[in-house]
């Protein structure tokens, strides 16, 4: 994909020609938001404007169709681009996105377009273990409603988070191929909270749960689980083990909840001891 990239590096045309198709097109609207990123990162926000507008009226096609996940991730992406270009720190630009995606999720962009009544009697029609369950939330006086609308949004809004940091890894990555060989390797490799940021996400996570933004609480924790992955990258090469150990890693990380939660005990516990650094100096 970097002749890709290359070609796109081009003119603004190219890559907002590129942009456009991409988003365009059902299911690759993650390459034009790559695309997008890619130009904000070498180029600048301002630059990059008319490549994002072109990425941006297609899959405002899309929203107003129904589906708002290729704008959202447009938009979460460009974001986080001007950040990490500005900033040069994966933390500060992950914790923007996360409030950033939550934002979208507490105000209801993801949310079913005709609501969730009829999503619950489907659910409800389809097993009698979770209409008996569904019954249980609304003695206990919640509002079933609203709960499945939150809890639809929220899994909407974790993907979309998701896909935007994807995109933007893959957008520095190419963006390191095309004008520092190596770089991003070693960034990511090296991608790590500081106790600052750290502190940054307890306290937004604190404040979600007292004033009642589940959003927040839910997506907060993003960051700490990326740069959790980022460790094991970093383990992975500093050690020199075979790339079918990330293939392992993944296949778990997917498929299993303890991976995740070891994965963010993880990036904690490096914020404060920095592992690679040690077995770096072990070595």
């Known amino acids: 994909m970097l002749a890709l990239a290359r070609w796109l590096m081009r003119g603004t045309p190219y890559a907002a020609g590129g942009a456009a198709l991409a988003s365009f097109v059902p299911w690759l609207f993650w390459l ?9 990162l070498r180029r600048g926000f301002a630059s990059a404007l008319p490549v994002t507008i072109a990425a941006a009226l297609p899959a405002g096609m899309w929203w107003v ?15 986080m681009a001007v950040v990490l270009r500005e900033r040069m720190r994966w933390g500060e630009a992950l914790i923007l996105g996360s409030i950033a995606a939550a934002v979208m999720v507490q105000i209801g962009i993801f949310s ?32 079933t409603q609203r709960l499945a609308g939150l809890v639809v ?10 896909a935007a940091v994807a995109c933007l890894a893959l957008a520095r990555s190419w963006q390191a191929g095309l004008y520092n060989p190596g770089g991003f390797r070693a960034e990511f490799h090296g991608l790590r909270l500081t106790p600052k940021e750290l502190i ?11 004033l009642g933004i589940s959003a927040l ?4 924790w993003i960051p700490l689980l990326v740069a959790g992955i980022a460790l094991v990258h970093g ?3 500093i050690k020199g083990m075979n790339g079918l150990w990330l293939v392992a890693f993944y296949v778990l990380l997917i498929t299993t909840w303890p991976t995740i939660l070891i994965v963010l005990l993880l990036g904690l516990i490096d914020t404060f001891a920095n592992i690679r650094a040690r077995l770096a100096r072990s070595n």
């Not at 940054?200 to 007292?210: A, E, F, G, K, N």
């Open 235 to 237: 383990i992975v090469g």
């Open 217 to 220: 609480a839910m997506l907060a």
């Open 65 to 79: 169709q129904g589906d708002v996940i290729p704008l959202a991730s447009i938009l979460l992406v460009t974001l």
């Open 200 to 210: 940054l996400l307890v306290v937004l996570s604190v404040i979600s749960m007292v």
């Open 32 to 40: 034009g938001a790559a695309i997008s990123a890619l130009v904000t």
């Open 153 to 162: 949004g929220g899994v909407t809004g974790f993907v979309v988070l998701l």
């Open 112 to 143: 079913p377009p005709a609501g969730t009544e009829q999503m619950l009697e489907q659910l409800r029609q389809s097993s009698q273990e979770i209409d008996q369950m569904l019954n249980e939330f609304a003695n206990q006086g919640y509002d």
